[in-house]
Every structure is written in C-alpha cells, then in structure tokens.
C-alpha cells in the first residue's frame, strides 16, 4: 500500500492569530477512504480546502501537504490548474452552488474536459455521457441540456459527482456530500460512491459529522474538534475502542439510533 | 384542534398536494414524513397561512384559514407558530437578539417593558441558552444556538400549535439529539400540541405519537407510532423509508 497524499502538521491561523486548524497530520493511501469527522467549526471544511489551495485570502496556512512526492504549496499557479480538477477532485454539499447557473450541464462538462485535454467537442460529450449513465443517471440527454435549477439536489450531487470524476482523478475530496439530502437519497449517494471507490483506484477523503455513514464507507477515520485531529485509526479500532470521550458519545448515539426497534419508549 | 380537508395545493398547474386529509386533536404530536419533493413544506406554508390552498379547507379551533385582514392573521399567529430549518434567515440581521425576542410580545401581548424582559428571560434560560448572548446580533450565533433561539422566539406567545419544518436537519448528529430532548422536555412542561415536518424516521420515537407519511404530495398512510417497526403492516413505502438506513445499521453492527 503506498501513500497517495501526505498531510504534516497543518495549521490554519485567522489574522487576529486565533488557531482553526491545529498541528493536524495524516495521510491518504492509494484506493482507500479517509473519513474525516466533526461537527460544524471543527476545521474540518478548512482542511480539505487546503489540500485544494482554496483558502480564504485572509487565512495564514503552514504545514506541509505532498502529493506523490509533490509539495502542493510550492507549485505554480498553472500546475494547479491541472491538478485541481486534474488529479483532485472535489464535491461539496450544495452542488448548485458549485454548477454554472445559467450554462447547461452539458456545456460544463465538454468546457471542462476541453481545458484540461486536447479532445473533440463531440468526444467529450460522449464522454461525459459515459460518466453520466456511471452515476446512475436514467435519461443522460436531458440531463445534459437542463440547466442546474431544473434538477433535483440528489440529481445534482450525481451531476458533481460525474463531473469530479470526469478527469480520472487519484483524490476525490467529498465535503458533506449527502448532508442538504433526505435519508433515501443519501443512502443511494453513498452506495454509489462506495461502489465508484471499489471500481477503480481512486481514494477518497470523506468529511462529514456522521460516524454512521464513516462505518460503512470509510477504510480510515480522524475524529476533529475545536481544529484538532484528537484521535485516528482504522474504523474498526475507533468505532469497537474509542478513546476519546467525544468519539464514544458519537459512538453511543450511533448505537442508541437502532435501540428503538424492540422498544419504543413513547406509548 | 388543527383539521385539514381535502386539501388540493397546485402551483403552476402542477399539483404539489392532492387530497390531505388530517386532524390533530390537542395534546397531540404528528409527524408528517417524506422526501424532498413530496410537499411537506408546501403543507406547513398552507396551515402558516403563507399560500393559500386551491381547493379544500383548514379549520383551527373551528376557525377558517385567513386571508383578508390583519386582524385575522394576527389571532392565526397567536395560536399557530413556526419554527424553519436553519437558514441563518428567521431572525432579522439587523436587530439584536434581545428585540428579535421581544417583537411577537409586543404585537402579541400586552406586557409592558419589565413584564417582556422577564418573559424574554425565562425563554432564553429554558431553550439553554446564556443570558449574555442577548446583547448580540443574530449573526454571533452557532446553528444549534440559532435554532434554540427561533424555538424560543415560536414559543414566547405560548401558541397552542407549534410547527417544526425540518427544524433539526442541518445540526449535526449530537445537537441533533439535543434538540430533539429539548422538545420532549418541553412538550411535557407547557402540553404543546406538536407538527414536526422531517425526512428522517429514526428521529420520531419518543417525540411523535403519530407518523404521517407523505410521497409526492399524496397522503400514503397514518398510523401509531408504536406500529412503526411493524414491517408486515407499514406500506412498503414507508418500509423503504425505514430501510434506506439499514445499510449503514449493517455495517456499524458488524463493527461493533
């Protein structure tokens, strides 16, 4: 197993000097997950915004990040473009935020494939027709002609999720993917996204409050408060033998969700 | 308390709820279920009397839907209060929490100055919320916190009928539960009458009496609570509802 992308010792600082992101390290291994759990302010959006070179201006950031031998830091704007997207994908939790509103879906995915390789229009439309009937999009035609609005938040985040994979990228960054979703698209989003990491060699950082869904997708867990990483490991390790208090009240309400089935206690 | 006949909602000629039909007797808590899509905002707009129904009727207490008239809206209000999801949008930005509180007394009350502060207070201190944050804007809040302060701003006229719209679904899982809590707790305290509009089943155990679920505008079943995990009885709807968690229950079992 070799190590895709490197994290050390990542601190993120306000201008006032106030730590958000403190001394978090950890790494990312070729076609696993890495879930990446807290609650909201815990610093955990700040870190895989990081990894994108996407930090708000007015945030001093210092650490180390390495992909494959690459220091993200000290690359040039241009390499970027063709990393980002590239080599780094990524989906956040309002998709029609991240789409174009006024250009159709089609039009977004043939733009983006064009900036990044030297293809046909029409082959990359076929392309991101592919990618499309991949996330399990019925009718891909009018999916391509139909523009953000039209189209429901679970069809959107399949959309952004087609799109981030578009470019075979080795990273997918997922930031509360399912979390604006009712539970029975969240379901389906993260089957799907299970299924998309065991198909090719892609790995995943996977953020999100829900130790639940880290269960089921997740290889490895990190568990952030207040900026730091308290505690990590394999999901197996964290979820039968949390250490921290905050991890195993999150274990403990992940438990007591099933204890209704026998007995109710309203009645 | 609260009766809704053959409630018919279209919005642009498309048909957005067919053929409601409930009641809610006082005391009461319903759950109304369903996925996005399947009209249970467009629902709590119609009882908040934010749109008007195309055909069918709301009664509260006996009384019809408002439509004309500040005078009518105002005793809707007094008895009927709502609290959204967290959009950071209910509060007024630009007051302090303080006089976002106090405005429903003003309009709903006749307590003077002294009277309003003390009422503010109490239903500061009974969501759980610090007494020094009042002095702040809105903005200043965390989510849990704005919640919190939206229920207590609903419950400040003590409404007979308290509706949540999705009121947990943006917190996270812990202050979920919290929330959650914090409702029983009050529900047994004041005998609130409850709606609570939500996607999520495994929320309800313990907070509603009674589930209603609702798929793509239409009425699909009603049923007790307690018949909730009765797969031979639930419609299969309602089942695979229950069942879009059951993979991850899968899995969290194994691990545990």
């Known amino acids: 197993m070799t190590t895709l992308l490197e994290v050390k010792n990542l601190n993120i600082r306000n201008k006032e000097g106030q730590s958000l992101v403190h001394n978090s390290s950890f790494s990312l291994e070729t076609g696993k997950t890495y879930a990446l759990i807290g609650e909201s302010g815990s610093g955990k959006t700040l870190t895989s915004k990081a990894i994108l070179d996407m930090l708000p201006a007015h945030l001093q950031m210092s650490g180390d990040i390495v992909l494959q031998g690459e220091h993200l830091q000290q690359l040039s704007r241009k390499r970027w473009r063709s990393i980002r997207g590239g080599q780094i994908g990524a989906i956040f939790q309002h998709p029609e935020q991240a789409l174009h509103p006024s250009i159709p879906i089609g039009r977004q995915f043939v733009d983006l494939m064009r900036s990044h390789l030297p293809v046909s229009r029409y082959e990359a439309e076929k392309q991101a027709k592919k990618m499309l009937s991949q996330v399990l999009l019925k009718d891909t035609s009018h999916v391509m002609s139909s523009y953000a609005h039209e189209l429901s938040g679970g069809m959107n985040q399949r959309v952004m999720i087609a799109m981030a994979l578009l470019l075979k990228p080795k990273i997918l960054i997922a930031d509360e993917p399912t979390s604006a979703l009712d539970v029975k698209t969240q379901a389906e989003i993260i089957f799907l996204l299970k299924e998309l990491i065991l198909d090719t060699e892609m790995s995943m950082l996977f953020i999100t409050h829900d130790l639940l869904i880290s269960g089921y997708l997740a290889d490895t867990i990190g568990v952030m408060r207040e900026g730091k990483i308290i505690e990590q490991g394999s999901k197996e390790n964290i979820i039968s033998a949390p250490e921290h208090e905050y991890t195993q009240e999150l274990c403990r309400h992940c438990s007591q969700r099933f204890l209704g089935k026998g007995e109710i206690p309203y009645a | ?256």
């Open chain 2, 1 to 256: 308390m609260l009766e809704i006949q053959r409630l018919y909602k279209e919005i642009h000629g498309r048909p957005i709820l067919q053929d409601i039909h409930f009641g809610i007797e006082d005391g009461e808590s319903l759950a109304i279920v369903g996925e996005s899509g399947s009209g249970k905002s467009t629902l709590a707009q119609l009882i908040m009397a934010l749109k008007q129904p195309t055909s069918g009727h709301i009664f509260f207490d006996g009384r019809p839907l408002p439509s004309k008239g500040i005078s009518s809206y105002r005793e809707w209000y007094r008895d009927i209060q709502i609290v959204f999801q967290n959009t950071g949008s209910t509060l007024n930005p630009a007051m302090s929490l303080f006089q976002c509180l106090e405005e429903p007394l003003i309009h709903f009350t006749r307590y003077n100055r002294a009277e309003r502060k003390h009422k503010v207070l109490e239903y500061w201190g009974k969501v759980g919320l610090n007494e020094n944050l009042l002095r702040n804007r809105p903005g200043k809040l965390s989510g849990g916190q704005y919640q919190r302060a939206c229920l207590a701003k609903a419950l400040l006229t003590r409404p007979k009928l308290l509706i949540c719209d999705e009121m947990v679904s943006n917190l996270d899982v812990l202050l979920q539960q919290q929330m959650i809590e914090l409702l029983i707790s009050i529900q047994k305290e004041q005998g609130l009458t409850l709606l609570f509009i939500t996607h999520d089943l495994t929320l309800l155990p313990g907070l509603c009496s009674n589930i209603m679920v609702l798929k793509e505008g239409k009425q699909v079943e009603l049923f007790s609570t307690s018949a909730l995990y009765d797969e031979a009885e639930r419609d299969p709807y309602t089942v695979s509802l229950l069942n879009s968690s059951k993979m991850f229950e899968t899995a969290w079992n194994q691990l545990t």
